[in-house]
């Protein structure tokens, strides 16, 4: 069920960093609180192989982010102590060793079930009542969602196990959603920053396919 346009779920959720600390997050007051836009990506499963590749391109991204005002958490459904043996684990042996950001510990698997992107199957799912039977090895796709400094949702996108993320992808959309924010322009197709955008109206659109 898509949340583009609604305000993210309003739950605290056990998290890890790189010092050990266990803490309570809720990404909504993240942004809120913070007056900061949040990107949170959720990958399937520590100790694995696609993901420890999208945390360091993550973190290899933060300062980037920052500067956008944005802040970087992630997410899966493992425990905070399996988060940091693997923030405790050398790059070259297939760990997030110097990973900074907050990573979300949803082991309880209440959050990523409100968003709707585990991956169950029908005998761990019952559909009325939207509760998950059997925690088991369930986990999450790659998904991912841009909130606005308001809490709002201004992008969801969602991978499936093999494919990972191209973080440029959504600096460019950050870029794109605060040039939204400030010019009050929209942004066409193949955006970035610098390039013309367009007025949201029928002569906006013909300037712009004119020109381009």
């Known amino acids: 069920m898509a949340i583009v346009g609604k305000k993210f779920p309003n739950l605290n959720v056990d998290a890890m960093n790189e010092m050990g600390d266990t803490f309570k997050v809720n990404v909504l007051e993240e942004a809120i609180n913070n007056k900061k836009k949040v990107i949170l990506f959720w990958y399937p499963k520590d100790f694995t192989y696609v993901c420890p590749t999208e945390l360091h391109a993550f973190e290899a991204a933060k300062a980037d982010f920052e500067k956008r005002n944005t802040i970087v958490i992630g997410a899966s459904c493992d425990t905070p102590e399996v988060h940091f043996a693997w923030l405790s684990t050398p790059k070259d042996n297939g760990g997030i060793e110097g990973v900074t950001y907050p990573i979300l510990a949803d082991s309880n698997r209440n959050l990523a079930s409100t968003l709707g992107i585990l991956d169950i199957s029908d005998e761990t799912y019952n559909e009325e009542t939207g509760v998950v039977l059997v925690e088991g090895d369930n986990v999450t796709y790659r998904a991912t969602y841009i909130i606005d400094e308001e809490g709002t949702v201004v992008h969801e996108s969602i991978n499936d196990m093999p494919l990972g993320r191209n973080i440029a992808e959504f600096l460019r959309l950050v870029d794109a959603y605060t040039h939204v924010q400030e010019k009050g322009e929209v942004c066409p197709a193949n955006w970035e920053e610098g390039k013309d955008a367009m007025k949201e109206n ?10 381009h």
């Open 202 to 211: 029928a002569k906006g659109a013909k300037d712009y396919l004119t020109n």
